[in-house]
């Protein structure tokens, strides 16, 4: 009896156990996360203007089977009337000619967590971007832009620059 008390009180503490190491894991992630925005910005240094994204490259956007709603994470900023984009990991940098490159409003897509997304697009390539928010629990910053202020914001320099 005593032995079967036991396994019970050890199962459910294991089970409380759970929601812990999963706030744990999402602590570390956005801890990694600010630490290599930080060394993105460090890199790119001042400019007219930035936000820390995720994106998708291409057909990544709207294939089915995949482990997560992005590629990974970046940021996208606006230098010499051109829009930059650098990675995390530096594996897909691109740069577009802000007077060339296509701004489009993509909306929510299911397949990719019922997020709003906008894409970025030339000759060569094309982005899907959404912003870079993080958990809500350990990102309480309500002065973040949001994917459609940061959409709009392209399109006012596109328009801007245009002129």
Do not use: C
Not at 13 to 21: A, G, K, Q, S
Not at 74 to 88: P, S
């Amino acid at each position: 009896m005593d032995s079967l008390i036991f396994f019970f009180i050890a199962i459910i503490f294991f089970i409380l156990l759970i929601p812990v190491i999963i706030l744990l894991i999402a602590y570390f992630a956005a801890q990694s996360r600010k630490k290599k925005q930080k060394i993105l910005l460090d890199e790119v240094g001042t400019t007219e203007f930035h936000a820390f994204v995720r994106y998708n490259l291409g057909n990544a956007q709207s294939e089915f089977f995949k482990l997560k709603a992005f590629q990974g994470s970046g940021i996208i900023y606006i230098e010499d009337r051109k829009i930059v984009f650098r990675d995390t990991l530096n594996q897909h940098p691109h740069t577009f000619n802000l007077d060339e490159a296509s701004i489009k409003w993509e909306d929510i897509n299911l397949l990719n967590g019922l997020l709003k997304w906008f894409s970025v697009s030339d000759e060569t390539k094309k982005y899907y971007f959404n912003i870079d928010s993080g958990m809500f629990i350990f990102n309480t910053n309500s002065s973040k832009p949001t994917t459609k202020s940061v959409f709009d914001k392209l399109i006012q320099y596109q328009t801007d620059y245009k002129q």
